[in-house]
């Protein structure tokens, strides 16, 4: 059967993370593809990918910035589809260096915006974070300027390059969040360090979401922000199966308070957002631009409208300790 991505060179920023690792891996598994171009600045996490792609001559490697605008432009040539990973995506390393947040994350963001423009791409998927929403600290903020960036694209250039985002919580196998965070501190210290039992995450499967978003790229038309319906539980019940699993009677759970920038709950669609928020096949949210497109407005007038106020992390699906367990043992890369 045909697919949108046959013959074609997909260009992903940032590519060699564990989003990038699961995107390339996947691709190669579904698709007949001309070339995959990884393109990002860190040496050792590209040999890394080399090895863990060894024979698969698809795959093409390059070092570069995004910030790097003249690179970047030249690195992306001949590519139809463009997968916009590239972040600095920790929290405190955004707060405690402000202006490389925004030089990475702002002007980057527009340095792949233009030069996907002026290389005709097809269409450009921006990979963004529930830390957009209401932004609470510097990286959401920035990371808020490029969601809107992306969307606005749409309308300030005369160009049939279609951009797109598509908005995440917390993805389980991606470098920084809870669950690894957790099992490396229990095996090394036997402590989990909590910073508020009560506090909610949404949580869902690297491969579970990738696949999600080879499909919200087929139906895109550009403008649109993708929401996956992710479920959520508390930090109480992950650090409880965390512990379980790889844990010993005396693990110890440690209470550390709320670090700067953190939020209690973690919101995909905000009150600002509801009322232009549509339910789409079940399994998303599409929030829509301000500015108003004919095809938009046929594609998406007759849905319904999301039926919450807000769409977070305490009001989504909660998953209990053994669905949770479940989720986690179906994690491969987590029983290593």
Request: proline share 3%; glycine share 6%; with cysteine.
């Amino acid at each position: 059967m045909y697919s949108m991505f046959d013959n074609k060179t997909i260009f992903i920023t940032g590519g060699t993370g564990s989003w990038g690792n699961e995107l390339v891996t996947q691709l190669l598994e579904k698709y007949n593809l001309k070339e995959i171009r990884i393109y990002s600045r860190g040496e050792h996490k590209q040999v890394e990918m080399r090895q863990r792609f060894l024979n698969h001559t698809k795959l093409k490697f390059i070092i570069g910035d995004i910030r790097d605008k003249n690179v970047l432009g030249h690195a992306m040539k001949g590519s139809h589809y463009v997968f916009h990973l590239a972040a600095l995506k920790h929290v405190p390393v955004c707060e405690e260096n402000p202006w490389e947040a925004v030089l990475t994350n702002i002007y980057g963001t527009q340095n792949v915006i233009e030069c996907a423009i002026e290389n005709w791409v097809e269409k450009v998927v921006d990979i963004s974070t529930d830390k957009a929403v209401d932004p609470f600290n510097h990286y959401g903020c920035t990371k808020a300027c490029g969601e809107k960036m992306i969307i606005n694209a749409n309308i300030n250039y005369d160009s049939a390059t279609k951009f797109v985002c598509i908005r995440w919580g917390n993805v389980i196998g991606t470098n920084g969040s809870v669950i690894p965070l957790f099992k490396r501190l229990i095996r090394e210290k036997n402590e989990v360090t909590v910073t508020d039992n009560s506090m909610t995450r949404f949580l869902m499967s690297t491969r579970g979401a990738i696949g999600l978003v080879f499909h919200a790229l087929e139906h895109a038309l550009g403008g649109e922000i993708f929401v996956m319906r992710m479920p959520a539980t508390t930090l109480d019940i992950i650090t409880d199966v965390m512990i379980e699993l790889f844990g010993t009677p005396d693990t110890k759970r440690t209470i550390i308070g709320v670090r700067p920038g953190e939020k209690y709950s973690e919101v995909l669609v905000s009150k600002n957002e509801a009322p232009t928020t549509k339910v789409f096949d079940n399994q998303y949210y599409v929030i829509l631009p301000q500015f108003r497109s004919p095809e938009l407005d046929k594609r998406y007038g007759n849905m319904d409208v999301i039926n919450t106020k807000e769409f977070n992390s305490s009001n989504a699906y909660q998953l209990d300790r053994h669905e949770l367990k479940e989720l986690l043992r179906n994690e491969k890369w987590l029983w290593n």
